[in-house]
């Protein structure tokens, strides 16, 4: 672990802060360097972007806290820390949405590219887990396990995996689910729906290998995984109707 990057005196620089920034900022590059696929200005890519990151910032906290009750005060902190990407999600989403509706364009078509995008960034942010020893994983003996968790266990880093299962996804929807989108053999919105049953696949599996709390879940499965099946559901869905449409 590693969660302090630089300290200049009395300013800290965390490790954590500054890999999801890096997530942030590939993640925004590969979106501008599409946008004449989404028919965006650039300054439209990041009017766009203030809202969904906007929402994806208030729905991964309000979830946060909701599941957390006793982890929110009247302090910075608590809006530094702490937050469930299942809400984040669910946040950029509806504010998506709302600015797709209130600026007249397709909200399918651009929640293909930000799926993607966000395939990417969260890959590069999961490092900034491994670094601040969040997110580690149920110990284990293979020679790959990590020291985490504070108590010197040797660990999965559940970190590392979701990472290269994102990059592996990212390169998938890009590589496959996106040229189809664009010559018109899939319909738009297919490729928000693969990244939505991809991950929620990834997630739930991964979610056994989770050593840190989890939070009070149902038969044996953590919210996450609660979360992650109904997400899986409703992306079987989608991809079915929006198939049946295209026939």
Known sequence: M????????????PTYGAIVALGWLAGVSWLVSRRGDMGLSKEDVWDSLYWVFGGAFVGGKALYFFLNPGAWEWSFNSLRYGAVFYGGFAGSILFGLWYCRRRGVSFLRLADYYAAALALGHGIGRWGCLAAGCCYGKPTALPWGAALGGDGASRHPTQVYESLLNFALFGLLVCCALPRVKDGRWRPGSVLACYALGYAL???ALEFLRGDDRGAG???????????????AVAVAALGALGRRHQ
């Open 218 to 232: 149902a038969l044996g499965l953590s919210p996450s995984q609660w979360i992650a099946a109904a997400v899986a």
């Open 202 to 204: 990834l997630r739930f």
């Open 2 to 13: 590693h969660p302090i990057l630089l300290r200049f005196g009395p300013i800290v620089v």
